[in-house]
Structures are given as structure tokens and as C-alpha cells.
């Protein structure tokens, strides 16, 4: 049998030293992997309504991203607390009990219910454009003055009750695919949404997500975009990740749009960043 040279045994334990230290750091004293405990707060893009049955008042079932992200190695969703309809105040008095000092994990979907945006998309579907100009405009004023001290309110408590965790903030996509044509969404009725009028719904959605992600980064917490994901992916595209104005929850992810988040977060979430 060789023996290994001296310089090689050398290397030989280092290397096995660093491998005990690699699997004590993931296995604890009880021998199980850590997990990583998780938290998820927000509206109904976050606890999923539209995708599928509601399980409860707040529209949460098992194919919202909270649960996808559930699923990756060593995440565990301990408290789903979002809720549809949920705006920052009402987030605040209903859902922060979820949050502690265990908590390594939060993600939040918040605002869009804040700033008078479905009454946009309304005024663009039944009124003029001059009309749907108007409402947009009065959505962006929201965004550029209301929103940042809302949100920058909502973050501080955020961090105040799980100071530990690591802190994940969702944009919202674009609704529409312009690309694909004016939108009518009841052909045997009247109202549409031109593709003007979509493209600058569009840019009130971008303006959003750039409001959310500045604020989030004055907190330290990530910001993920989930945009590029639902390109060619908008309400009146052929393969539509968002349910229709048919739908008992218009304008919401459907499964695939909820998975769409899911594997935004798993591919920008860095488990070396958890505690």
C-alpha cells in the first residue's frame, strides 16, 4: 500500500477537519439539518388568491409562492399570515404577531391595495382615455407621495419585530401584453383597455416596483422583481399568467404566475444570507 507523502497527510486531515466543521455548522447537536424559519406577509399576491380554492377568508391556498418557496431545501414556512385585501395599516394590525425573534426568513407583498390602483384599471376599462389618463395620474401621485413613508413605516416595524431575519421585499408585474393588442375582455360588451392605455398602466406598475425597491433598500432588506418573468405573460396574452375579469379574483397570479414567483424568490434568495 502507498503511503501518502507528509505533505499530502497534511492536506489530507485539513481538508477533513473542514468537512466535520461544514457538517457540524449544518447538522446541529440532534443530528437534523437546520431549518430555516420563514414568515410571509403581505396582500393577495402573496397569499395567493385567484390561484386556486381559497382555504380561507384571506383567499391562502397551497399553490401561493410562499409555499413554493416552502419547498426549497431548509426553508420551512412557519406563519403564512398574508391576506387578500390587506393594505399596510391593516398588515400592521393583523399580521405582525407572526413575526419574532426566531424568524430568519420574511418575505412581504404590500402597497399595491394603497394607492387606488384597481380604480385605475377601471377607469381605463369602462371611461375615456382622457379619463384613464386622470386616474393613472392620481395612482402616481399616490406612489410618488404617499407610498415611501407608508412603506418606510410598515419596514421599521418589520425589523423592529424580527430583528434577525432576512428581509425580502415583492414587486408586482405589468398586467398587460400590449404586444398582443387591445384588451377586451367581454366581446359582446362594451369597454376595453387600448394598448395606450395599457402601456401606460404598464409604467404606473414600474413605477411601483421602483418606489417599493428604493424604500426596501433604505432598510437594507432585498428587493425581487418579478417583471422579466411575466413578459409576454399579461392578461390579454395567449398564455396569460394573471386570471381574467371573469375571474372571482381578476387580475391576480394564476398557479403559473404563483410559481413564476416562487422560483423568482428560490433563485435570488442566498441561504448563506440566513442566519
Known amino acids: 500500500m502507498n503511503t501518502p507523502h507528509p505533505g499530502r497527510r497534511h492536506l489530507l486531515i485539513v481538508a477533513g477537519c473542514g468537512l466535520a466543521l461544514a457538517a457540524a455548522s449544518a447538522f446541529p447537536a440532534n443530528g437534523s439539518p437546520q431549518r ?30 410562499p409555499h413554493v418557496l416552502d419547498g426549497r431545501m431548509r426553508i420551512a414556512l412557519d406563519d403564512f399570515a398574508a391576506c387578500g385585501g390587506a393594505t399596510i395599516p391593516s398588515m400592521l394590525a393583523t399580521q405582525m404577531a407572526a413575526l419574532g425573534t426566531e424568524t430568519d426568513l420574511v418575505t412581504v407583498s404590500i402597497g399595491g391595495n394603497d394607492i387606488g390602483w384597481s380604480a385605475a384599471v377601471t377607469a381605463c376599462l369602462v371611461g375615456t382615455e382622457a379619463q384613464c389618463a386622470q386616474s393613472i395620474q392620481a395612482t402616481t401621485q399616490s406612489i410618488e407621495q404617499q407610498l415611501p413613508a407608508d412603506l418606510g413605516a410598515a419596514y421599521t416595524q418589520i425589523r423592529v419585530a424580527a430583528p434577525d431575519a432576512h428581509v425580502v421585499v415583492t414587486g408586482y408585474p405589468r398586467l398587460f401584453s400590449p404586444e398582443h393588442g387591445d384588451f377586451v375582455p367581454f366581446p ?3 369597454g376595453m383597455i387600448s394598448v395606450a392605455e395599457q402601456r401606460l398602466l404598464n409604467d404606473g406598475a414600474d413605477l411601483l416596483n421602483a418606489v417599493i425597491a428604493d424604500v426596501a433598500a433604505d432598510h437594507g432588506f432585498q428587493f425581487v422583481d418579478v417583471t ?35 422560483v423568482a424568490l428560490r433563485s435570488q434568495i442566498n441561504p448563506t444570507s440566513l442566519r
Not at 399579461?234 to 416562487?262: K, R, S
Open 228 to 262: 422579466s418573468r411575466f413578459t409576454g405573460h399579461g392578461v390579454n396574452a395567449g398564455d396569460a399568467w394573471l386570471t381574467g375579469l371573469d375571474h372571482p379574483v381578476p387580475l391576480h397570479p394564476t398557479a403559473e404566475g404563483q410559481h413564476a414567483y416562487g
Open 188 to 190: 359582446q360588451l362594451p
Open 36 to 65: 430555516f424559519v420563514y414568515d410571509a406577509l403581505g396582500d393577495s399576491f402573496a397569499s395567493g388568491s385567484g390561484a386556486a380554492a381559497a382555504q380561507d377568508a384571506c383567499g391562502r391556498n397551497d399553490l401561493a409562492y
